[in-house]
């Protein structure tokens, strides 16, 4: 038989294939590095040397955490303390650089720019959009910092400014601390909005943005390394590429093992509330098994039949439970605050962004720049989450609906959380919610609500689901990432990360110093990416600088 493949009328009078308009011509075939085949029963379809990379690196932290426990507790408090103290300027600076841009797109007409090009048509409604992007990015969080975030920083305001021997202030106050009661409360809630509104959605949206536009309007993978395509070319599906991948995983990974963490302490402390469950480790393992089960479930059903569906639930009963709270409170004082506190951030804004020049040290390092780390690190799961949902929208679309109609939400529920939290202690006089342990804070301000057996029951709940339509979001986005960009790899591989990702929280709670060490793993591997999205802005503007126009 006589093989072709090389010969003359093979080649002869075929043009050579050329992209759309605005696609980059690229040789690379989606999965053409992925190994494939099977492990008895299980298929696999994961891209080497991503994957390998990857899992092998996870599964040698997890056996040397475990085997010398307080040699990485030790290791874990240098890197948070390094971390922190040696680049809050420059986390502080980045992500100023993101809402800049975000703003400059937005304004500009490059707006109009359509991600999956000028007939593609939206894959879900504003409201199932919505309800994916912000269960996704900020759900459990906000459970957890809504009502004792607002409290300390209006506490430490209050509390003044104090100096050391060596002249750095000591106290933990935004800014200069405050003069008076009602400025520690507009103080206190600023600081607050601050660490939830534009800045960590911009984050998300430059990867979002990017993505999608690199994905679905460019034609390359829907992973992270194909934002970098504009500064890398082809070099980029070599060593360059696996680089960012594998950073991308582990961000994901030890992000979502933090907010794991988080969930199952403010779990416990509400089971303990209603029902004597004891706190202790023991239980929040068992938290921590239970909340990864449920995300199995919703992993392996799938985006449309599992996280859509959660995260559309989530939201109802999130909102009910923020009418409830505000109906039960001083409504009018807190509707009128809800303008009052978003004044109050806009006026700080400058100030509490500002990366030079800062004599709150203790606030800057101890609370922003572990944020910022926080929410980079998680970037790339949220950002690529958001990419996979928004195909059809125009870039200006996405901006406003990931970057501002989300702050304006955190707006809202830190109004009426930390609001009537903060009302309790002036007006009330009900202390006992600044006496009460940071995770129980929510359910101790429930307490001086009516039905708070019911409301705190909800609020265990929504704990419980906002992290599950994290970790299943989560494990298809590391998943997407470790298979070359393929969006349909065997579902084994899901299982696989999201059982990782309990086990990454339970080594890090167990072993090595608890949430400390969680947030270690989180800084730590928010700092390399900082570098990643930096690069990641210049790759957009390029990005979109070449896409056609009308």
């Known amino acids: 038989m006589t093989d ?20 980059i011509d690229t040789d690379y075939n989606i999965g053409q590095d992925n190994i494939e085949g099977k492990l008895g029963p299980i298929g ?16 040698a932290f997890v056996a040397y955490t475990l085997i010398f426990p307080t040699q990485a507790e030790s290791i874990f408090g240098l890197l948070f303390s390094s971390v922190t103290k040696g680049f809050d300027s420059f986390f502080i600076g980045a992500a100023d650089i993101f809402v800049i841009l975000c703003l400059v797109v937005v304004f500009s007409p490059y707006g109009k720019i359509r991600l999956g090009g000028k007939d593609a048509k ?50 933990w106050a935004p800014l200069g601390a405050a003069t008076s009661q009602e400025e520690a409360i507009r103080l206190g809630m600023a600081a607050s909005i601050f660490h939830w509104g534009l800045h960590p959605w911009a984050i998300y949206a430059i990867v979002g943005l990017s993505l999608a536009l690199f994905s679905y309007n460019k034609g390359l993978p829907l992973t992270i390394r194909s934002a970098f395509y504009p500064v890398f070319g082809e070099r980029v599906w070599g060593w360059p590429g696996h680089i960012i991948d594998i950073l991308a995983v582990f961000a994901t990974l030890f992000g979502l093992a933090t907010s794991l963490g988080l969930g199952a302490v403010q779990a416990n402390s509400g089971f303990n509330k209603l029902f004597g469950m004891p706190i202790n480790e023991n239980w929040q393992v068992v938290l921590i098994i239970g909340i990864t089960s449920i995300a199995l479930f919703s992993v392996i059903r799938g985006l449309e039949a599992g996280v859509k569906l959660l995260s559309e639930i989530n939201m109802v009963v999130a909102f009910l439970l923020l009418v409830f709270v505000l109906l039960a409170g001083p409504t009018l004082l807190l509707i009128g605050d809800i303008g009052n ?38 970037s790339p799961f949220v950002g690529m989450f958001i990419a996979r949902v928004s195909r059809g929208r125009t870039v200006r679309e996405f901006i406003i609906s990931v970057l501002l109609i989300p702050s304006l939400v955190c707006v809202i529920w830190m109004s009426v959380f930390g609001g009537s939290a903060i ?128």
């Open 341 to 378: 506190f978003l004044g109050a951030y806009l006026q700080y804004l400058p100030a509490l962004s500002s990366p030079v020049g800062r004599e709150d040290v203790n606030f800057m390092q101890g609370w922003t720049s572990f944020y910022w780390a926080w929410w980079i690190s998680w």
């Open 122 to 171: 939206p894959d879900f409604t504003y409201t199932s959009w919505f309800s994916m992007l912000f269960a996704a990015g900020m759900g459990i969080g906000l459970m957890f910092y809504g009502v004792s975030e607002p409290l300390s920083h209006f506490s430490s305001s209050l509390g003044g400014t104090s100096v050391g021997p060596d002249g750095i202030r000591t106290d």
């Open 423 to 550: 009302s309790q202690v002036v007006r009330d006089g009900y202390t006992a919610v600044t006496e009460a342990a940071l995770p129980l804070q929510l359910f101790t301000m429930l307490d001086a609500l009516p039905l708070t057996s019911i409301t705190s029951f909800i609020g265990i709940i929504l704990v419980v689901v906002f992290f599950v339509t994290s970790s299943d979001s989560g494990s298809l986005v590391i998943d997407t990432i470790a298979a070359g960009g393929k969006v349909d790899a065997p579902v084994p591989q899901r299982v696989f990360w999201c059982i990782f990702e309990g086990i990454v929280a339970i080594v890090l709670l167990l072993s090595a110093g608890g949430l400390k060490s969680l947030q270690s793993m989180v800084i730590s591997t928010g700092l390399p990416f900082t570098i990643v999205l930096l690069v990641m802005c210049v790759a957009i503007w390029r990005g979109l600088a070449s896409e056609p126009r009308d």
């Open 44 to 59: 696999f379809d994961i891209h080497n040397p991503v994957f390998l990379i990857s899992a092998l690196t996870v599964i």
């Open 4 to 23: 072709l493949r090389h010969s003359d009328q093979n080649t002869v009078d075929t043009p050579p294939e050329t992209p759309p308009p605005g696609q």
